[in-house]
């Protein structure tokens, strides 16, 4: 009984697989928007966006407090690192990723960028793990 535990908690809670009125892409999709002018925005930890990020990628963390779910409320996260990217043109592309679809940080950070008037919202779901898993390019640490 205990091992059933284990192997359910483990399984993780995923977020949705759609954003509605942010456009889903794929790693190969976000690398050509990138390509266009559209900025990628990794909403990470600093020490793990230290570690290894997407070439030409914004750190902007997302602090998170609130619920792993869709009705999420956004006041008691802290997303003050989209400051970064406020004095943008709104309509300017944007893509957010963090570590993949059990990572709720790019998810939440996609709907407070569209929330906050922000026209063209991508959202990477698979984030970093998928961009590898299709040998895109990766910036690591210096050794």
Do not use: M
Request: glycine content about 8%; aromatic content about 10%.
């Amino acid at each position: 009984e205990a091992g059933e535990y284990k192997r359910v908690s483990e399984l993780g809670l995923f977020t949705p697989t759609a954003l509605p009125g942010v456009t889903r892409v794929s790693a190969r999709d976000a690398q050509k928007l990138q390509a266009q002018g559209a900025l990628l925005i990794d909403t990470r930890t600093e020490k793990e966006f230290a570690a290894r990020h997407i070439p030409g990628a914004v750190w902007a963390p997302y602090v998170e407090k609130s619920l792993k779910d869709i009705a999420f409320n956004a006041a008691q996260d802290d997303f003050s690192a989209l400051g970064k990217i406020d004095k943008l043109d709104t309509n300017r592309a944007v893509i957010f990723a963090c570590n993949g679809a059990e990572c709720w940080k790019s998810y939440k950070a996609a709907r407070v960028a569209q929330q906050k008037g922000f026209k063209k919202v991508h959202w990477l779901r698979g984030g970093l793990p998928e961009w590898e898993a299709e040998g895109l390019p990766v910036q690591n640490a210096a050794p």
